[in-house]
């Protein structure tokens, strides 16, 4: 009997990482829809795999990470553009995460911790949906696991260089170093006091880590974009310590609740984590947390503890310099160097509160800690279904988690064929000619210059900056007199320039419906442009029966898949 229960919890155990696994791989251009972020990257990543010219420098300043550019670049060596292209990096590296979470702290730490560790890691909704985002900042749970391991090695050279691979995902991770310090501290600190030679390592080791510390964090606080989030430590450079040090509850209220929107909730949505998942997370977490490090004070494990002390440190880190701002939705992304340390905090802590089954009555209790851990797993993985593919699949359900294709097709795709096939229609009208795509705004321009990135006929344009209040009529009037083609997602203000630059009857328009296409939520924000179907518009020719021919099916010449 005791052998079949041992064998279903691993059979569990097995099926739990499966589908973690399997979520972070199926529908992987369609969930979510590819947005302007990772087509840029993607451009990029395409200009360098073919010797062309190239930023590497983000539009916030961040240089491009060598890691997920460059296997960006390598695979499209090989590939032509395509939304799946762009996310293969990240999937990579949260997979890799999850596995070294295992097979690199079983080394520092016992059996058991690091299989827990591993497994919160691997159904942590935060860990799931980076690992699905073409961001340059995607890597970042994989290099969080190579510092921790590296921390309680007590190597500060491994250290150093995991540090410096995570500044290259996204500069917040400088706050990653108030995390490790004090385990790598706890862990020299009997070779420390007892060895000379050893005591002078670790003074270095310290001296070179605060000194990348205080270089990377200074260049951080310098940027244009950190400034202003500062809103309660800092104001035009200067510090403001009594204002740091009155910050008020409010504040402090909104950062704690959003920490369960950064670990539970979608990247970048208007709106994730129900009150039900806020107070479990809550409960679970206090609860854990509380009994979990007086069980660590008992047992005088100090190493572990120190994790758990750097876990609220570089949490605290981010409040005293970005405030509740740095993890407001659309940038909660700021806060992702902590979803390892997270991981790995309660594992030690739960670690701690496992009985082991040396009696009867020890063994039940064991079995109800179990079965409760994978409740927590389980209940993980539905909120990752709540919180991120209900978001994106709306009210259409169209897209099916459970196959290796990908159901839906994303209207810019749909679009951009619809352009092609068009001015093919125009035979020699437009011989040597380049087809010309106006795009509104940054998530239509990017998507579809990145899939055209191997198309030497076609040009695509961004009209305005998203944050213009419309669009300049007087070059979007020049570019469809000229034979350009006008893109944008329905309802948007390049629809009511068309309307009135033109009367109805010289305007051809196209709309390709996105499954489910219903009108956004009130609190949709930027979310609106994934509710709503894409619009191509062209002037028609002076042949009205031109722009009534059916579409031809795309051939070669220069055209692949279009």
Known sequence: MRRAVTWTCQAVVVLLFAAAFW???????????????????????????????????????????????????????????????????????????????????????????ALLASAFLAVLPAAICYSRRGWDCSPT?????????ASYRAKWKEMLLAFVGGLLCHPTNVFMLPVVLPIYLARTQPAFLTDPRRRKQVAIGVVVVLGL??????????????????IHGFEGGRPRWGVALRLNSREALLYLRRLPILFLGEPGASKSATSVQNWAFWTVLLGTFVTGTVRLVRERCWDRLALVAGLGAGASSLFLIAGAAGLRPVTN????????????ACAVLVR???????????????????AGLLAVGWGLLLCYQHNFVDLFQGNARA????????????????ALRVVIRDSRLEGPARAGQKTVIVAYDWWTRWPLTYLTANL?????????????????????????????????FRGQDLEKAVAELFPADRIQRWEVARPGNVAPPPNAGHLMRYCT?????????????LAQAPLRAAGANNVGRW
């Not at 972070?24 to 969930?31: C, F, G």
């Not at 990377?216 to 310098?222: D, I, P, R, T």
């Not at 179907?533 to 029966?545: C, D, H, I, N, Q």
Request: charged share 15%; hydrophobic share 45%.
């Open 352 to 370: 701690a509160l496992v009985v082991e089954p040396s009696s009867p009555g020890r063994r039940i209790v064991r079995s109800v800690q179990v």
């Open 141 to 149: 749970p994989l290099f969080g696991v190579l510092l921790l391991v």
């Open 399 to 414: 897209e099916s988690l459970w196959t290796l294709r990908t159901d839906v097709e994303d209207p810019r795709y749909g």
């Open 213 to 230: 510390f205080f270089v990377a964090g200074m260049a951080f606080m310098n940027r244009p974009q950190v400034r202003l989030l500062q």
């Open 533 to 545: 179907s894409v619009v191509v518009y062209r002037l028609k020719p002076p042949s009205a029966e």
């Open 333 to 344: 992304r700021y806060g992702l160097f902590l979803v390892a340390p997270l991981a790995f």
């Open 23 to 113: 979520l972070r791989a199926s529908s992987l251009e369609s969930l979510p829809e590819p947005n302007g972020d990772e087509a840029w990257h993607g451009t990029q990543a395409y200009h360098i795999a073919h010797g062309e010219p190239v930023y590497l420098q983000t539009g916030n300043g961040n240089p491009l990470n060598p890691l997920n550019t460059g296997l960006m670049s390598l695979l499209l060596k090989f590939s032509e553009p395509r939304l799946w292209v762009l996310r293969t990096p990240a999937l990579i590296c949260g997979v890799l995460a999850v596995i070294l979470a295992y097979f690199l702290s079983v080394r520092v730490l016992d059996k058991t911790t």
């Open 456 to 488: 030497g006929f076609v040009d695509v344009h961004q009209l305005i900056g998203p944050i213009a209040p419309g669009p300049d009529k007087p070059a979007l009037r020049r570019f469809l007199e000229e034979g350009a083609y006008a893109v944008c």
